[in-house]
């Protein structure tokens, strides 16, 4: 066990190693305190809720790091070949699998370190900025969870549930990306496709929801938009109803077939050559 640690502690090592990795992190932090600044010098009406600035701009900071991760998931698998240090990773004590599976924990703490630091920021430059308020705001007044209006929970309980749900997505989409990576060894594959995914997954929700049969409940795209749930919908598609527990399903299973096809390539593949 703490031979693995080791390797993951390696594996984040060569990420934060990066100067790219510290632009990235100075743009999630400095993007929300400027958006809030501008929000409050150009808004003539009444200040917004500090969690009403918070909700709004952390979705766009979250979808950046999305991306920041995938450009990192891209180079974790693809990057080892194209620099040809796949070799000296494999003569090591560890098996292939156990390899991979660092590279995709290192990850997974690199995006969850990533929102935290960017919700801690947002948070706190809205508070400095709009004042603290225990009111949700109207903006999340209007989801309600189990049938219990929003009103009546805390900002808190909201605004984490709802980061947590677009969480499962970042992860479906860095999934995406790695096995894309181990499976093609191409990192601009991996970040083309993966950001395709990001970007036109509304688009082709939309699309699918003229669709008259059922096999559209099992495509991922629609599901990765777990907030449609949050208001008491019946899911992204009214003419599908769906449940939260019927999406986290379908998602559990494209999550186990991304990582299969990862692992299977990775420890098959030779590289000798």
Partial sequence: MVNFLKLVQNENMKIYRRLRTWIMLGAIVLIPILISIIWKLTTDGPDPSNWHATNQEFGFVLMLITIFTVVQSAESVAGEFTWGTIKLLLIRPWSRSVILLSKYLSLILFA??????????????????????????????????????????????????????????????????????????????????????????????????????????????????????????????????????????????????????????????????
């Fill in 112 to 273: 969850l370190f990533f929102t935290v630091i960017a919700f801690a920021v947002t948070l706190l430059a809205n508070i400095a900025i709009f004042g603290y308020t225990d009111n949700p705001g109207d903006y999340l007044a209007r989801f309600s969870m189990g049938g219990q209006l929003a009103v009546d929970l805390s900002p808190w309980t909201l605004m984490l549930e709802d980061i947590g749900l677009q969480l499962v997505s970042l992860v479906m989409i860095v999934s995406f990306a790695f096995m894309l990576s181990s499976a093609f060894r191409s990192g601009g594959l991996a970040i083309g496709l993966s950001i395709f995914l990001l970007f036109a997954g509304s688009i082709i929700t939309a699309i699918l929801a003229s669709a008259n049969g059922t096999w559209v409940k099992y495509v991922m795209f629609i599901h990765l938009d777990l907030s449609s749930y949050l208001n008491g919908g019946d899911g992204p598609i009214p003419n599908h109803p769906m449940t939260m527990s019927f999406s986290l399903a379908v998602l559990a299973v494209y999550f186990i077939i991304f990582n299969l096809v990862s692992w299977t390539v990775f420890v098959k593949r030779d590289v000798a050559a």
